[in-house]
């Protein structure tokens, strides 16, 4: 049987203006990217499910990158538990010699599949998920992709497998985003979540940072220092078209967008002060949101109720707050600990990530909004900048790992754990695309069904 994992001026101003420094610290932290993500699994679930993953039949090469990438995503689950397929009998369908060796190998499910050269350089790639105590079939799909998109392939067919078996729909079909430094430049990636795939849409010699995926997954917002001063811009990830959302004195920065895509909050110290700002995606309707400039309002979330999640030190330290988009009285959310920063609320709603101090220490936490219980996921010294997968089942967020940066990832009850790092380089300023299969819909399939 299949076993599902466990569901698991003033004081107040430095205290603030300390969160900034950090992040200035950061920043400073940057070298030269070279080179993909790669990563390393840290941590696993308490329970894990056993499955074995035959070795596809057909083309040599395409099998084996098939392979390897579903293993890898299942991996990287932190759920799922891989075993070895050495020696195994490569098979296409199910049979009883299958059977009887996945089941003493101990596994709970097993996955196999071909892939065959077709016509026009398209391939023919099918698969099947089994359930070895059953000796049933869970999932089986028929996909006709060209060479170029068996990657995208692969991580489709681990999404399939991961839903089948947890429950929870998968993330391996989605993108990261993150910021790097190459030389005295900066640049804004995009990548595959594994870290595959990745490519500069952006490059400058100033500062990139608070990259903010559109909910389509279309376009990232950002802030850029090209102008030398901190100003949000939105790029279309396809085609490279830019422009800044708007031009006005002082500061824009921490760009979020509303759930419909049509508008964008923001920080600004246009009116003096920093506060919380909306404009419509296109830059016009520019409306303020808060408006005491005796405080500091920034790094707003937009929440899929349609609350803004923010942090601010009105309450004499930074703490998180939430407000009505279209203005009112703000509500304290966060009271446990002196300092709580950086919201971002779970694709649900139904729990936020947070950046919380505690002594020295910059640490992770999540809150869940029903019962206030708040748990500390991760242990610093300085972890900062969280996004939640589309899931709400992970979380990446950038770190230091032996005086680097890079990025990691945490499971929501901090028992999966991973390291994305770059070769030779700093990575920062991550955020997880949260529209489903956003690196599978660039395919072109010509056939799916099912078996």
């Not at 070895?132 to 399939?160: C, E, F, P, S």
């Amino acid at each position: 049987m299949i076993r599902r994992p466990l569901a698991t001026g003033s004081t107040a101003c430095k205290s603030l203006q300390t969160w900034l420094a950090v992040l200035l610290a950061l920043l400073s932290l940057a070298q030269p990217a070279r080179g993909q993500l790669t990563i390393d699994i840290v941590g696993v679930g308490a329970q894990q499910i056993p499955v074995i993953t035959s070795e596809f039949v057909g083309d040599s090469v395409q099998a084996q990158l098939l392979t390897g990438v579903i293993q890898a995503d299942l991996a990287r689950s932190g759920v799922i538990k891989n075993l070895d397929n050495a020696g195994l009998v490569r098979a296409s369908e199910a049979n009883s010699e299958g059977y009887a060796q996945y089941a003493a190998r101990g596994a709970d499910a097993a996955v196999l599949g071909s892939v065959t050269p077709g016509a026009n350089g398209q391939f023919q790639v099918t698969f099947r998920l089994l359930d070895v105590a059953k000796r049933t079939q869970l999932a089986g799909l028929v996909y006709n992709v060209a060479a170029k998109d068996m990657r995208a392939t692969a991580h489709r067919i681990a999404d399939v497998i991961y839903e089948k078996l947890t429950g929870d729909k998968g993330v391996f079909s989605t993108r990261l985003a993150y910021v790097s430094k190459t030389g005295s430049r900066f640049q804004l990636i995009v990548a595959d979540s594994d870290g595959a795939n990745a490519i500069s849409i952006v490059g400058s010699s100033e500062p990139i940072i608070s990259p903010a995926w559109s909910p389509d997954g279309g376009r990232l917002a950002y802030v850029s220092f090209e102008n030398r001063k901190p100003g949000i811009f939105v790029q279309d990830v396809s085609t490279g078209a830019r422009r800044q959302l708007l031009e006005a004195r002082g500061n824009q920065s921490a760009p979020a967008w509303s759930p419909d895509g049509r508008r964008i909050v923001f920080a600004s110290s246009q009116a003096g002060g920093t506060q919380l700002f909306v404009a419509n995606a296109d830059g016009s309707g520019v409306r303020r949101l808060t408006t005491n400039n005796a405080v500091i309002d920034t790094a707003p979330n937009w929440a899929v109720d349609g609350k803004i999640y923010f942090m601010s030190d009105r309450g004499g330290s930074p703490q998180i707050y939430r407000i009505d988009p279209e203005g009112g009285g703000a509500e304290r959310v966060t009271f446990e600990g002196s300092e709580n920063a950086n919201p971002r609320v779970a694709a649900d709603g139904k729990s936020m990530v947070f950046v919380k101090r505690e002594g020295g220490r910059y640490a992770l936490a999540v809150q869940d909004f029903a019962s206030r219980q708040v748990q500390t996921l991760t242990q610093g010294p300085v972890d900062e900048s969280p996004s939640f997968a589309p899931n709400g089942k992970l979380i990446v967020y950038a770190s230091i790992y032996n005086g680097r940066g890079v990025l990691a990832a945490v499971s929501a009850d901090g028992r999966v754990k991973q390291r994305l790092a770059s070769a030779g380089a700093d990575v920062r300023e991550p955020a997880w695309d949260r529209c489903p299969g956003s690196v599978a819909r660039r395919t072109t399939v010509f056939v799916r069904q099912r078996l």
